[in-house]
């Protein structure tokens, strides 16, 4: 089987890696017809304050609230009370503030959209950062244990505390697949279609692998961003999608 341009569209996140309002705006213009959501990171959120959600939201796109929150789980579902009210279409925390935590955003998001009358975000977590080594991740976080054992067993909490995916590595899909089941998100980076640059990215798949591989949406940056025609990136990239066999 294999995705219609509108379902394969849906998959596609921006990453609006940019310092300014101006320019994460002017990506939002030409982008929002082409693609599903745009993330917004802690570099663009905290420059520009929240309202950028609601500029986003006011051009046509959806936004993707990626502030990985990680704190006492009262504070974290409060904070998601927040997000959720701005109507984000996805956010994040980390895995690692524990079940209580997970659980709590989970709650917190749901009764707040129920309350609302609006679309409940998707609430998922981040596992393990991509940047750390395995050897960081014993001596420094003092986890003995291989990191994609560990990534499973959060996604596993994630899930069981009523959240609706994680973030993940493109290398990391199929076993999160595997052992989540279908009806869980996988959000993944790391994403190269042939012609672009890896730039700093090392364990990396296209568009079409990654589809394949059972990736829910694709957090594309540059591979869109820094080309000179981005529309066209965009296209391109959906057309992978849809060469997809799923
Ligand atoms: O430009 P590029 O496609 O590499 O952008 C990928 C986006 O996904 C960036 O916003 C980056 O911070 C994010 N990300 C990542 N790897 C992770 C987690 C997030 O590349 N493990």
Redesign the pocket.
């Given at each position: 089987m294999s995705l219609t341009e509108a379902q394969a569209k849906e998959k596609v996140i921006v990453?609006l890696?940019v310092p300014t309002r101006a320019e994460a705006l002017d990506l939002v213009e030409r982008l929002y017809n082409e693609v599903g959501a745009f993330?917004i990171?802690m570099q663009l959120y905290n420059a520009e304050g929240p309202d950028i959600v609601r500029d986003i939201q006011a051009r046509g796109g959806k936004v993707f609230v990626d502030l990985k929150f990680h704190d006492i789980p009262n504070t974290v579902a409060e904070a998601t009370r927040v997000i959720t009210r701005r109507r984000a279409a996805i956010m994040t925390l980390h895995a690692g503030g524990g079940l209580k935590m997970l659980s709590a955003a989970a709650a917190s998001a749901r009764e707040t959209a129920e309350a609302m009358g609006v679309e409940k975000p998707l609430v998922v977590a981040v596992t393990v950062?991509?940047s750390i080594s395995q050897q960081e991740f014993e001596e420094e976080i003092g986890i003995k244990r291989p990191i994609a054992e560990q990534v499973i067993t959060w996604a596993k909490m994630a899930q069981q505390a009523g959240l609706d995916g994680v973030?993940a590595?493109p290398k990391e899909i199929a076993d999160i697949r595997k052992a989540c089941g279908n009806d869980f998100a996988i959000i993944t980076?790391?994403?190269r279609p042939l012609w672009a640059a890896a730039?700093d990215?090392s364990r990396i798949m296209t568009p079409k692998e990654a589809v394949e591989a059972g990736a829910t949406y694709l957090?594309?940056?540059?591979?869109i961003t820094a080309q000179e025609n981005q529309v066209e990136a965009a296209r391109k990239i959906v057309a992978e999608i849809m060469e997809a066999n799923i």
């Open positions: 990453a890696d993330k990171g950062l991509t973030v590595s980076p790391g994403i730039n990215q957090v594309i940056g540059r591979p």
